[in-house]
């Protein structure tokens, strides 16, 4: 029987290979990997050092992307994402560097913010490991190692509850410590103690005496493992015995001895050191015994999202949950008042559902109005007389996962706007009129639901929100007196009328 499927292909400038992966996706057999071709060219050393990627750089990573655009037409593969690392990430020139790509290739090479490539990173999971969600069931901490940080996320009863980015990436905790591995014969011991200082850290603030059941890596290949060690046969997995002995091995010799006698690069050998410091230091503060290798790649979180984004299978699992849950636990750092915060959110959501026609936003633009909701108070932790302008530092400060720095923006604007008046479009310079209209549409709402609850009582209960002609009755049942919020959901009114063309009216049924 034929079934019909999409090809993809999805290509990565990383710092020390560009990749390209096809797949085969279709709604009946899910997404199949159908080739996979990559060539090593490490940018690393000149991206994070200088900030630049120099003439010879570029053309060498366009000439790369010519041969995998002749694999493509090989396959009559027409969907085509490029997306970039950190390494690309950090360039100062990065805007001239892709400008450069999009020329001779044709590509369009965009780059995620770390949150968003975390992301990615974990919905690649979900493609090597069919059991991910009963994984996740129990405490899991999954350790995305990269060149330039360590992302450490816990999950719990399938839902991100910590994620934190720590910076001790490999090619990071070199060069921080370059003059020491020349000076120094306790190198390792160096090494160990400065990794070791951040764990504890992370471990004393978030992990506490928790008890991790599982340990995923991503973003650091076990291909290498098994060349300093074939007598473990390690495939899937590490055991915390096999963790000690690569550990005791790896202390005993030099990096240069490392790369000479398994025959792997000099660079591939010096990120092994950093790697077995924090899967032994991981496994001792936790109480897991086995760490899982995965072969996940940024290819595969981005076929992944694909997939999904395009409705072509189903989601395998809820991370618009993770990215919520996250904005949850940020808001409970800061003392939020929950049951405030869940009536105002239920509210906001309700009245974004019964006026699309009026704002013509979509799912995506929901959910940052949910995290706007969830995080509106934050800043009262601050200083409560500025609650709106601390929380938008609050949340220009910290990521959230799965959020883009624009996203990120909009959503701390949001929050800003809630207590402050907005300005005119004139009077500001960092929106497009596109982004500036979605911060007023959704503040407009935020305002609305934040002055039905301005007593913090939940007085109203059994809310319903109805739009009849130009007006969106909102009718609930009071257990209070309502006087306060009455009087001032006028000006919130205004305002909304103002953007939406329909006045927001209170219908009180009998109660108090």
């Known amino acids: 029987m034929n079934v019909a499927y999409f090809t993809y292909g999805a290509i990565v400038v990383g710092s020390q290979e560009v990749s390209l992966k096809i797949y085969e996706i279709s709604p009946k057999i899910g997404i199949h990997q159908v080739d996979y071709v990559n060539q090593y060219f490490d940018i690393s050393k000149d991206a994070y050092s200088k900030g630049k990627l120099g003439v010879d750089q570029v053309e060498a990573i366009c000439q790369i992307l010519l041969k995998f655009k002749e694999k493509l037409a090989e396959y009559g593969v027409k969907e085509v994402e490029c997306k970039g690392t950190s390494a690309i990430r950090s360039l100062d020139n990065r805007e001239m560097v892709v400008h450069q790509i999009k020329l001779r290739t044709g590509f369009e090479l965009t780059v995620p913010s770390n949150s968003e490539m975390r992301l990615l990173m974990y919905k690649g999971?979900?493609?090597?490991?069919?059991?991910?969600?009963?994984?996740?069931?129990?405490?899991?901490?999954?350790?995305?190692?990269?060149?330039?940080?360590?992302?450490?996320s816990l999950f719990d009863k399938q839902a991100l509850s910590v994620t934190q980015n720590i910076r001790i990436g490999t090619l990071k905790t070199q060069d921080t410590l370059a003059k020491v591995e020349q000076n120094s014969p306790e190198y390792f011991s160096i090494v160990e103690e400065y990794i070791e200082y951040e764990l504890n850290t992370f471990r004393s603030i978030y992990l506490k005496e928790k008890a991790i059941k599982n340990v995923i890596v991503i973003g650091d290949s076990s291909l290498n493992w098994s060349k300093i060690?074939?007598?473990?046969?390690?495939?899937?997995?590490?055991?915390?015995?096999?963790?000690?002995?690569l550990y005791k091995k790896i202390r005993k010799t030099t990096t240069k001895q490392i790369a000479l006698e398994y025959g792997i690069t000099y660079e591939e050998a010096r990120y092994l050191l950093p790697s077995i410091i924090?899967?032994?230091n991981f496994l001792?503060?936790?109480?897991?015994?086995?760490?899982?290798?995965?072969?996940?790649?940024?290819?595969?979180?981005?076929?992944?999202?694909?997939?999904?984004?395009?409705?072509?299978?189903?989601?395998?699992?809820?991370?618009?949950?993770?990215?919520?849950?996250?904005?949850?636990?940020?808001?409970?750092?800061?003392?939020?008042?929950?049951?405030?915060?869940?009536?105002v959110t239920d509210i906001a959501l309700n009245v974004f559902d019964h006026?699309?026609?009026?704002?013509?936003?979509?799912?995506?633009?929901?959910l940052l109005l949910e995290l706007a909701c969830l995080l509106h108070e934050c800043g009262k932790f601050i200083n409560m007389n500025e609650p709106g302008s601390n929380g938008y530092q609050l949340i220009t400060s910290t990521e959230i996962i799965g959020l883009s720095h624009r996203e990120r923006n909009l959503v701390?604007?949001?929050?800003?706007?809630?207590?402050?008046?907005?300005?005119?479009?004139?009077?500001?310079?960092?929106?497009?009129?596109?982004?500036?209209?979605?911060?007023?549409?959704?503040?407009?709402?935020?305002?609305?639901?934040?002055?039905?609850?301005?007593?913090h009582r939940q007085k109203l209960t059994d809310v319903t929100v109805l739009r009849k002609g130009n007006e969106l009755l909102i009718t609930g049942t009071p257990k209070e007196d309502m006087t306060l919020e009455a009087s001032l959901l006028t000006e919130k009114a205004d305002f909304f009328e103002e953007i939406y063309g329909i006045r927001p009216v209170l219908r009180q049924k009998r109660g108090f």
Not at 233 to 242: A, C, F, G, P, R
Not at 357 to 362: A, N, R
Not at 429 to 445: C, G, M, Q, W
């Open 125 to 152: 999971i979900t493609l090597k490991q069919e059991d991910f969600n009963k994984i996740i069931e129990k405490n899991t901490a999954i350790l995305d190692i990269g060149a330039s940080s360590l992302q450490i």
């Open 229 to 245: 060690a074939p007598e473990l046969n390690i495939k899937d997995y590490m055991t915390k015995e096999q963790v000690q002995y």
């Open 278 to 280: 924090i899967y032994k």
């Open 284 to 343: 001792d503060q936790s109480k897991a015994d086995t760490i899982w290798l995965t072969k996940t790649n940024l290819c595969d979180g981005m076929v992944v999202d694909y997939a999904e984004r395009e409705k072509k299978v189903l989601p395998v699992h809820d991370f618009d949950k993770d990215i919520v849950m996250a904005a949850k636990n940020f808001a409970k750092r800061y003392r939020y008042n929950k049951v405030h915060t869940v009536f």
């Open 355 to 366: 006026t699309k026609k009026y704002h013509g936003l979509g799912k995506r633009e929901r």
């Open 412 to 455: 701390a604007n949001i929050v800003l706007y809630n207590t402050t008046d907005l300005p005119s479009f004139e009077e500001q310079n960092s929106y497009t009129a596109y982004d500036y209209l979605l911060v007023a549409k959704l503040t407009a709402i935020l305002r609305l639901a934040n002055v039905l609850d301005r007593s």
